[in-house]
């Protein structure tokens, strides 16, 4: 029995056909949200501050996010990315969570020139733990003024929230949750702050 030669048509259809086989799941994009302060301190009197620099568990500083495994540990999630490196996007949204902490005008967005005599918050994220039913951070940070006078330093301090889930989306609840508890703990801080 002859075999009929395969048309062009024929053709391009097993391979459409081959296409959407290997098609794989969209990424979804997220990013950090500004959480709701503990109060506002509007008895801050310090000058201007901005957030200088943030670093993060070495762990974290990718795009993939990472969910927590019913072992204990973690799993990086090919779909589920930040939308912009995480050390970014925690600068971003602690400059904006200071933002509604202190009276207008206090805070210096990151891409903005830093005034002479602001003082400047570095912040060193040392561990960001998750399981299924909670996320803890531990982050140490200094305010500095300006001109090289001594930065005051804060000790390791821990923030704790419970997690309804381990979804990618309840990861990204629980880092905005616990840097909305950093910046409550940085604007008391700051407006202790007596510049020399």
């Not at 002859?2 to 794989?24: D, E, G, Y």
């Not at 070495?58 to 973690?74: K, V």
């Not at 390791?156 to 923030?159: A, H, I, P, R």
């Given at each position: 029995?002859?075999?009929?030669?395969?048309?062009?048509?024929?053709?391009?259809?097993?391979?459409?056909?081959?296409?959407?086989?290997?098609?794989?799941?969209?990424?979804?994009?997220?990013?950090?949200?500004?959480?709701?302060?503990?109060?506002r301190v509007d008895s801050y009197r310090a000058p201007p501050l901005r957030v200088d620099a943030v670093h993060v568990p070495?762990?974290?500083?990718?795009?993939?996010?990472?969910?927590?495994?019913?072992?204990?540990?973690?799993t990086i999630d090919d779909f589920d990315h930040w939308s912009a490196p995480l050390p970014q996007l925690v600068r971003q949204v602690?400059?904006?969570?200071?933002d509604a902490r202190l009276p207008s005008g206090a805070v210096v967005f990151p891409h903005l020139s830093k005034p002479p005599g602001a003082l400047g918050i570095n912040i060193d994220i040392l561990e960001f733990t998750l399981n299924s039913s909670e996320g803890s951070m531990s982050a140490g940070w200094s305010i500095t003024p300006a001109a090289g006078s001594p930065a005051t330093r804060r000790d390791?301090?821990?923030?704790h929230t419970p997690m309804a889930s381990a979804d990618p989306g309840a990861v990204v609840h629980a880092w905005?949750?616990?840097?909305?508890?950093?910046?409550?703990?940085?604007a008391a801080d700051a407006a202790r702050f007596s510049a020399p």
């Open positions: 029995m002859k075999h009929k030669p395969m048309t062009s048509f024929t053709m391009a259809s097993m391979a459409a056909m081959a296409l959407c086989a290997c098609h794989s799941a969209p990424t979804r994009i997220h990013t950090l949200e500004t959480a709701t302060p503990s109060a070495p762990g974290w500083d990718r795009l993939e996010i990472l969910s927590p495994t019913g072992a204990g540990g973690l602690l400059s904006a969570d200071l390791v301090t821990l923030f905005s949750t616990l840097l909305g508890q950093l910046a409550d703990r940085i």
